[in-house]
């Protein structure tokens, strides 16, 4: 057969939007990320391992993946718990319950920042009760782990939730009546199909969680080898016109979220696979 | 439909609906309700003028400008985009879609750092554009181009699933009606998406307000020239203006709200599948 670019189609407009969607996409997406990469060249590997190996951009990558990781873990269950809520349950306020899942996404993260730090600093409402208990939540490690939570919260809530609400209860009920137990259906029958949906939820959760600036460095105290995040040591490094040891940080974080996008993919045709 | 549910325990309903509810206040309920506490704290005087002193007026134009000229830019390429990718088979579609998506996966901070790389005075463009005497970095181009990278896989993301669905059975019967292009694309396209579109928009209005990471690695933070309102309320609070800087923030909080209803609204008006809320 011979070559060709695309299927014969009545409809027109296939070289014009081409054409457009490739210019526009070239000129802002694959120029400039390629202009990154481009400049990581400029530094030889010794230069490089140097930026990358400094004891204060080491304890920034272990904070950064350290903290999503929690965050993402944390956000697995209570989402887990808000789906099945919101997809099995009726409850008084359930619409407005369910439409404000999205608000993380909606917020503006700069906003988000502020507010978690005045509800978490030691004199804000929920501060001050932790704080009798010798808790200390902004300005810390946890106050990183609280503004991910918040950042990563609808992300497995939605991918989770249309996979319970289009569930076959007659699995679980085949399940009960051939006389298993409440958990035995749950952890053997259901679990299991939400597998695929949780850990893409997961990744997607941690994804955003790695990259996120905004509503951390409100409530972090952002100090070097403590609470200092990957995407402010860029920012700094910036701010002193470091190009080259900001682009070889942004270059690593850069690998890394391919890396998980890469993954999410993997779990999606898996999942489609097996389903089929 | 609920009585079928006797196959679950009887606490478990109580336990998990009390601890969604308990979850959900302390990490969504607390923060809007914190935002318009402290807004208000020293009364609507203070908050009036926290909203009309002249940086954060410049704030607010600055922000404007952004979105009217990012969210229609983004919406021809969105609407172009998912005209390519859901009417037409051809080689390489799975990777302009990944090339679409990439923005979101993004850092935003990692956004602004490549247009300082190529237009930054020590990028790949800096000299060239010193010696004419261009600003992009540090001005309002560079605002512009970053809110214009993050926003851009939003109209699209938000159409394409829609369009897919509708398949090209009426464009082709219109066409072969003797319908011209545009008039297909105008007369039967665009009102079988027009709620997924009004959406897409919202949301690239809200995220194009509200964007924050890759605005302030670009911007340079000059007061009442390079900031738009986040920067501004991020400048007030590092003054400790602790009512300013959430006064200003409940503007951009009462946008989301005006987001997430307007998104339950069209969820309503379509009247099935959830949209895309990222």
Redesign the interface.
């Known amino acids: 057969m011979k070559w060709q670019?695309?299927?014969p189609?009545?409809?027109?407009?296939?070289g014009?939007?081409?054409g457009?969607?490739?210019t526009?996409?070239t000129l802002?997406?694959?120029?400039?990320?390629g202009?990154?990469l481009?400049?990581t060249t400029k530094l030889s590997w010794n230069e490089f391992g140097a930026v990358i190996l400094d004891p204060r951009v080491l304890a920034s990558f272990k904070l950064s993946f350290g903290a999503s990781l929690i965050a993402a873990v944390i956000n697995l269950f209570?989402g887990l718990?808000?789906a099945?809520?919101?997809s099995?349950?009726?409850?008084f306020g359930k619409?407005i319950?369910d439409?404000?899942?999205?608000?993380?996404?909606?917020?503006?993260?700069?906003?988000?920042g502020?507010?978690?730090a005045?509800?978490f600093a030691s004199n804000?409402?929920?501060g001050a009760l932790l704080e009798p208990l010798g808790i200390q939540i902004a300005y810390s490690r946890a106050g990183v782990v609280v503004a991910l939570?918040?950042i990563g919260?609808?992300f497995v809530v939605?991918t989770v939730?249309?996979v319970i609400e289009e569930f076959e209860?007659e699995f679980?009920?085949a399940s009960?009546s051939l006389g298993a137990s409440?958990w035995q259906?749950f952890s053997r029958v259901i679990l299991p199909s939400l597998m695929p949906a949780l850990l893409t939820g997961f990744a997607l959760s941690f994804?955003r969680a790695?990259?996120?600036?905004?509503s951390i460095i409100?409530i972090s105290s952002n100090m070097p080898f403590v609470s200092e995040i990957v995407?402010l040591i860029?920012?700094t490094k910036?701010s002193q016109?470091d190009?080259v040891g900001?682009?070889a940080v942004?270059t690593v974080?850069?690998l890394a979220?391919f890396v998980?996008?890469f993954l999410i993919n993997a779990i999606q045709i898996y999942s489609r696979e097996k389903s089929l | 439909m609920?009585t079928?549910?006797r196959?679950?325990?009887r606490w478990?309903?109580p336990l998990?609906?009390g601890?969604?509810?308990l979850?959900?206040a302390?990490?969504?309920?607390?923060?809007?309700g914190?935002?318009f506490s402290?807004a208000l704290a020293k009364g609507w005087k203070v908050y009036w003028a926290s909203i009309t002193e002249p940086d954060a007026i410049a704030a607010i134009k600055l922000t404007l400008l952004v979105v009217l000229i990012t969210v229609p830019l983004n919406t021809v390429?969105g609407v172009?985009?998912a005209?390519?990718i859901a009417?037409?088979?051809?080689?390489g579609k799975g990777l302009?879609i990944?090339?679409?998506d990439?923005?979101f996966?993004?850092?935003?901070?990692?956004a602004g750092?490549?247009?300082?790389?190529?237009f930054?005075?020590?990028?790949?463009f800096g000299a060239w554009l010193s010696e004419h005497d261009i600003r992009i970095v540090f001005a309002t181009p560079g605002i512009i181009?970053a809110t214009?990278?993050i926003t851009?896989p939003f109209v699209a993301r938000e159409i394409i699933p829609l369009m897919q669905e509708q398949g090209?059975d009426e464009?082709?019967s219109a066409?072969?009606l003797g319908a011209s292009?545009w008039q297909?694309?105008w007369k039967v396209t665009l009102p079988n998406i027009k709620w997924g579109l009004l959406y897409g928009v919202i949301?690239s209005n809200?995220r194009a307000?509200?964007?924050?990471?890759a605005v302030?690695?670009v911007s340079g933070h000059i007061r009442g020239m390079t900031t738009t309102?986040?920067?501004h309320?991020?400048i007030l609070?590092g003054e400790y203006l602790?009512t300013a800087?959430?006064a200003v923030?409940s503007l951009?909080?009462l946008?989301?709200?005006v987001?997430?209803?307007l998104?339950?609204f069209i969820e309503w008006r379509i009247g099935k599948k959830?949209l895309l809320?990222?």
């Open positions: 670019l695309r299927k189609s009545v409809l027109p407009g296939f014009l939007t081409l457009f969607s490739l526009y996409v802002l997406v694959l120029i400039p990320l202009g990154l481009l400049y209570f718990i808000v099945w809520t919101l099995r349950y009726n409850f619409k319950v439409a404000l899942v999205d608000l993380p996404f909606a917020l503006p993260t700069a906003v988000a502020i507010a978690l005045a509800i804000g409402w929920i939570v918040f919260l609808p939605r939730q249309p209860k679980e009920e009960t409440w259906t994804a790695l990259g996120e600036y905004g409100f995407p860029i920012v910036l016109f190009y900001a682009t942004g974080m850069l979220t998980i996008l | 609920q079928e549910h196959l679950e325990p478990l309903k998990l609906l601890t969604t509810l979850f959900l302390i990490f969504l309920a607390l923060p809007l914190v935002v402290e390429f172009a985009t005209w390519l009417k037409f088979e051809f080689r302009l990944t090339l679409i990439l923005p996966a993004v850092s935003p901070v990692i750092l490549i247009f300082v790389l190529l930054g005075s020590q990028g790949w181009l214009l990278f851009s090209k464009e082709e066409l072969t292009g297909t694309f949301l809200a307000m509200g964007e924050f990471g302030a690695v309102m986040p920067l309320v991020e609070y602790f800087a959430f923030a951009l909080t946008l989301a709200l987001t997430l209803v998104k339950s959830r809320a990222h």
